[in-house]
T-cell receptor, first 109, second 113 residues
């Protein structure tokens, strides 16, 4: 079955609102990462966060490994945040990096 | 920012033909990956490699071969291209120690007709 589950599948916000994206993974998963895919297709690394909390700009990544979950918080959303956000994990102790199906975010002006 | 270069950026191939997608990284990374992206399926792992002259199967390896002749280069080979292999293909690389962020190339849009 799907080892990485992301929710919600899609989200529509008004500019200025906050967003919380969730990523749940199996017990044999490690080394969580977050990515952003531009509407044109380019994939960009946001966070490598195996555990704890990391911040960059308006983004916060939190990973709670023993609860098998991660989250990406976007504060004060902007229209340029629109796109698809993926989380990914390594399967077991390998570097076989597996992706969730993504959360598509649309921020309206 | 780490650099991963894919070529070609797009390609049209005929059914049954051979297709080679190339990937080059200048990051001195050990791990390289090939993913395909289809609408509704996210990114699916085809093959990956952790060292030159060695490749590993991902989740959807059937119909694809991979080659890692050097640390910098990783190719994906479709010996007999099929319609179902129409997709966008992404190459990526990462180190295997400390900050293991994955860096992607721009992608190759492959259309098999």
């Amino acid at each position: 079955g799907q080892q990485v589950q992301q929710s919600p599948a899609s989200l529509v916000l008004q500019e200025g609102e906050n967003a919380e994206l969730q990523c749940n993974f199996s017990s044999t998963a490690t080394r969580l990462q977050w990515f952003y895919q531009h509407p044109g297709g380019r994939l960009v690394s946001l966070f490598y966060n195996p555990s704890g909390t990391k911040h960059t700009g308006r983004l916060t990544s939190t990973t709670v490994t023993n609860e098998r979950r991660g989250s990406l918080h976007i504060s004060s959303s902007q229209t340029t945040d629109s796109g698809t956000y993926f989380c990914a994990i390594d399967r077991g102790n390998t570097r076989k990096l597996i992706f969730g199906l993504g959360t598509t975010l649309q921020v309206q002006p | 920012e780490a650099a991963v270069t894919q070529s070609p950026r797009s390609k049209v191939a005929v059914t049954g033909g051979k297709v080679t997608l190339s990937c080059h990284q200048t990051n001195n990374h050990d791990y390289m990956y090939w993913y395909r992206q289809d609408t509704g399926h996210g990114l699916r792992l085809i093959h990956y490699s952790y060292v030159a002259d060695s490749t590993e199967k991902g989740d959807i390896p059937d119909g694809y071969k991979a080659s890692r002749p050097s640390q910098e280069n990783f190719s994906l080979i479709l010996e007999l291209a099929s319609l179902s292999q129409t997709a966008v293909y992404f190459c990526a690389s990462r180190t295997g120690v400390s900050n293991e962020r994955l860096f992607f190339g721009h992608g190759t849009k492959l259309s098999v007709l």
